[in-house]
């Protein structure tokens, strides 16, 4: 279970689905279902739901299995479920004959294909728990739903239930009203349980709000770490060669260009200086010719106040390399698909560059940067280790390199694609659209690479953009790029 501790961390952290799929849901799976729950809300930080959460998870998925066994009885029985009066006569005996012979029809669900499949995603200030099962609601069974939930408003609690339930052909219609009445305990409603058919799928969905007091706190926090990010962390071996260019007069400006365009924090500083100068551009290129051999030289100067150096570390150096990576794919894939329309290729290589630079300023904080934050999280008292906990674990590091290319007078645009590339729903300009799925397309090309995801973790919408529908595709354009 470690294992998938480390999975689920990381999926809540880069905001990606955890999917699991089961055809019979047996006792193990659902004892596995459980504990992925628990450590999905410990990562979201809304542990102290998991009780409540947990009756509901299980009534949700006792009636995905319960709707799959009907297909298939209803088959072997000859019935048309469609079918008013044969749905009548097949639910007079449905719960006695499956219960004396659940293996029989289990085995009938597994060969008919009948799958159950969870999925926990943390997005944006949301957290979602879904149960899909490809068995599509039947008109009748919508209005069942319905009914009970146009109902709940009757009950004050859960004996008032028990005794004014009369219903007894489907489980009494118990369950739905318990939940909701469950969901009522922690502050929810009926409006956060949700039943809809997409596609070939019946979804049941929970959604719940992230804890607004954490996350606040959080993004206050991003501010204040920015507020006082004066200087540009650059690892000390990195700076020690584009340092030469100013010292030896030995070193080229393209050697430099070549060398800067690979790092982070040698570009950030590249673009704060020329910025400043006037000039606002992102291709690299063009930011060179901008600037003199005299500028250059003092950009990496240590004599420059914006550098800060630090050691190389371990839990620093592969976030360079994965800026560096994303940087190329995204440049590669803006060149192939042409779809970026505000953003050049080489812009489109700056930015994806640049994503990492929230993770980076986290993982190469000073100690002047970590006491304050330690000294802000005092007024959060019981709530301060949860409010460090989402802010140090990158969640957030998006959402923080956002706030700095504000701060330093980037467009809007770069803005809006860094703070935003894996949460497509809070882009305001659709415009630029494309340019956020060229990132998350090398963003996902890279962390798959690195063994962070799996490819059904992935938007099929966002991959269809780019003509990919399946795992091999995908693992095709991987080995290209990574050629290229």
Not at 49 to 62: D, H, I, P, Q, S
Request: net charge negative.
């Amino acid at each position: 279970m470690e294992r998938d501790k480390k999975v689920i961390a990381e999926s809540v952290r880069q905001q990606l689905p955890i999917v699991i799929t089961t055809y019979t849901l047996p006792r193990n799976m659902e004892t596995y279902v459980r504990e992925v729950l628990r450590i999905f809300l410990e990562e979201c930080h809304q542990d102290h739901m998991y009780e409540y959460l947990n009756f509901c998870l299980g009534e949700l998925l006792t009636n995905a299995k319960k709707a799959n066994t009907k297909r298939v009885y209803f088959k072997y029985k000859n019935l048309d479920i469609n079918n008013l009066d044969d749905y009548k006569k097949g639910m007079e005996n449905f719960k006695e004959e499956t219960l004396s012979n659940i293996d029989h029809f289990l085995e009938l669900q597994k060969k008919a294909g009948l799958y159950i499949k969870l999925v926990f995603h943390f997005k944006g200030d949301k957290v979602k728990i879904e149960i899909r099962n490809n068995s599509v609601l039947t008109p009748i069974e919508k209005e069942r739903i319905q009914n009970k939930l146009d109902s709940v408003q009757q009950y004050t609690s859960m004996e008032d239930v028990f005794h004014r339930i009369l219903d007894q052909s489907e489980g009494a219609g118990l369950g739905i009203i318990i939940m909701i009445l469950m969901l009522q305990k922690i502050g929810l409603s009926k409006d956060n349980y949700q039943v809809m058919v997409d596609g070939n799928e019946t979804v049941t969905r929970i959604v719940l709000p992230c804890n607004e007091k954490i996350f606040g706190g959080t993004d206050m926090l991003c501010y204040q770490f920015v507020r006082l990010q004066d200087s540009i962390p650059c690892l000390k071996d990195s700076f020690a060669k584009v340092q030469k260019f100013g010292i030896s007069k030995k070193m080229s400006r393209s050697d430099l260009y070549d060398m800067v365009s690979k790092d982070t924090m040698l570009t950030m500083l590249l673009l704060k200086r020329a910025f400043a100068k006037g000039c606002k551009e992102l291709d690299l290129i063009k930011v060179f010719e901008c600037l003199s051999d005299e500028e250059l030289s003092e950009i990496y100067s240590l004599d420059n106040p914006d550098v800060s150096i630090v050691r190389s570390n371990k839990t620093a150096r592969p976030y360079f390399v994965h800026a560096q990576n994303v940087a190329e794919f995204a440049y590669n894939i803006a060149k192939n698909y042409d779809i970026a329309k505000i953003f050049t290729p080489s812009e489109m290589y700056t930015i994806g560059l640049l994503n990492s630079f929230g993770i980076l300023i986290l993982k190469t904080a000073s100690d002047e940067q970590k006491e304050y934050v330690e000294d802000l999280l005092e007024g959060y008292d019981d709530l301060a280790d949860k409010v460090r906990g989402v802010f140090y674990s990158g969640i957030e590091a998006p959402y923080l390199g956002m706030v700095y290319t504000k701060k330093e007078g980037f467009p809007d645009a770069v803005d809006s694609v860094i703070g935003f590339w894996n949460d497509m729903d809070e882009v305001k300009n659709k415009e630029l659209l494309p340019a956020h799925k060229i990132i998350y397309l090398a963003e996902s090309l890279q962390s798959f690479n690195e063994g962070n995801l799996e490819f059904y973790q992935l938007d099929k919408e966002i991959l269809s953009t780019f003509n990919i529908t399946s795992e091999g595709q995908f693992k095709g354009l991987l080995n290209m790029l990574t050629k290229a």
